[in-house]
């Protein structure tokens, strides 16, 4: 595959364009989405078919209100409860959602809220993602962080206050290697006591590679579950290939990682069944690896550069909230991230009811922390964000917040001995 990277000069060849303008209008002069390319490692997994056959046979608009407050009563939410409580006929009784999803938070997280923050090294990219303001064919400002200036946007992270991060980087293994990953997981050790990642999807030999630099959990980001849909949205890169990025999560299990994170960006299609099958995912996996950390983000789409092709199915925060604590009553013991993705005044009402996890002085750009920390305002040696966050909060800002709401900030809860 040639490196589509090396298309996202500020002016497109003829050539480039014409293949952008084939990719978008010709379904035909794309790979296969379901087909995997050379050297992308196939597990024999079940977990996929499961997932897949109960969100294609969830018609979520046969849920009744009865059916709503009968899981409501359940002590234990079984999967047909879950649907129930996904389903339009639960948003009226969204209250008495919430009351239990709070009750379930208490029990397994207390009052804790727990704080980190990603670090972006990379936003060079080789997918054609269509919603995404990393992708291949968007004129942004591209960089590559090197080690020394992975270790100084660390360094000032880490004098904030913040011990745990979340390493990311554009899909471009070009650009981006997983050697080039588990240095940086290398430094992140010298500064945290909890490094994640959220990079492209690898085999599982590299999964643990990248858990002997340093890394303790994986995030990835489906996207969407309905196949279909993904194959109008990927239209070209790694990232195309559908199956090899659902099971990404196992594979970085079977390395050894000790936890995983799940996800669709709300708004690409049918949130409902996407936020079932993000669940579902979880549950089943959870299953045949007992021991591992599981989490669940409920991102929804942001406005990027240079982007007026999508228009995001509407998902509101009233629904996100119903999201939201459908998974807390359906898995009570699985972390939840909530993102800056979202507002201040939204994310200081989760964390009261079924959010775990939230960011805390978030930057989407490229070797600006120093920048936007200090107040000094961008400079010529960064790169563009992915996408516009809504909440730009400091640690020590968000710190406080949290406290006032009676809640107690956690930087970290683990012991290495």
Not at 58 to 66: G, I, L, N, Q, V
Not at 312 to 340: M, N, W
């Amino acid at each position: 595959m040639e490196n589509n990277f090396l298309i996202d000069s500020k002016y497109l060849s003829k050539a480039a364009l014409e293949k952008k303008h084939r990719l978008e209008t010709d379904p035909s002069s794309r790979t296969d989405h379901m087909k995997y390319m050379k050297g992308m490692e196939i597990i024999k997994s079940d977990v996929c078919k499961e997932v897949i056959s109960a969100m294609n046979s969830y018609d979520y608009d046969s849920y009744t209100a009865k059916d709503v407050l009968r899981a409501l009563q359940h002590e234990r939410c079984t999967v047909e409860d879950f649907k129930a409580l996904l389903s339009p006929a639960a948003e009226p009784f969204l209250e008495k959602m919430a009351e239990k999803a709070k009750i379930e938070t208490g029990k397994h997280f207390g009052n804790s809220v727990y704080l980190f923050t990603p670090l972006y090294i990379a936003n060079y990219c080789e997918n054609y993602c269509v919603y995404c303001g990393f992708n291949c064919y968007n004129h942004i400002n591209r960089m590559k962080l090197d080690m020394q200036q992975i270790e100084h946007e660390m360094k000032v992270i880490a004098d904030s206050g913040m011990e745990e991060i979340l390493i990311l980087t554009g899909e471009s293994k070009a650009k981006s290697s997983v050697k080039y990953i588990g240095e940086a997981c290398k430094l992140a050790r010298k500064y945290f006591r909890l490094v994640g990642l959220e990079i492209y999807p690898v085999n599982t030999e590299d999964y643990k590679y990248l858990h002997e630099c340093g890394a303790d959990y994986v995030t990835v980001f489906q996207e969407t579950y309905d196949s279909d849909k993904y194959e109008t949205l990927h239209l070209m890169g790694h990232k195309r290939v559908w199956p090899y990025r659902f099971d990404a999560q196992e594979r970085a299990l079977k390395a050894g990682m000790r936890g995983v994170g799940f996800s669709a960006l709300l708004g690409l299609s049918d949130f409902r069944k996407d936020a079932l099958a993000s669940a579902l995912h979880v549950y089943y996996l959870q299953r045949n690896y007992p021991q591992a950390e599981f989490s669940l983000s409920c991102p929804r789409l942001r406005p990027i550069i240079n982007n007026d092709k999508i228009n995001p199915l509407d998902v509101h925060e009233k629904q996100l909230c119903q999201v939201l604590c459908a998974y807390r009553i359906f898995l009570p013991y699985v972390g939840i991230t909530v993102s800056s993705r979202e507002s201040e005044t939204f994310r200081n009402g989760i964390v009261k009811i079924a959010a775990t996890k939230i960011s805390a002085g978030v930057s989407t750009g490229i070797g600006d922390h120093e920048s936007k920390y200090t107040g000094k305002g961008k400079t010529d040696d960064e790169g563009d964000e992915q996408f516009e966050i809504n909440d730009g909060r400091s640690l020590k800002k968000m710190y406080s917040d949290i406290s006032d709401e009676g809640l107690q900030p956690v930087m970290n809860d683990y012991l290495y001995v």
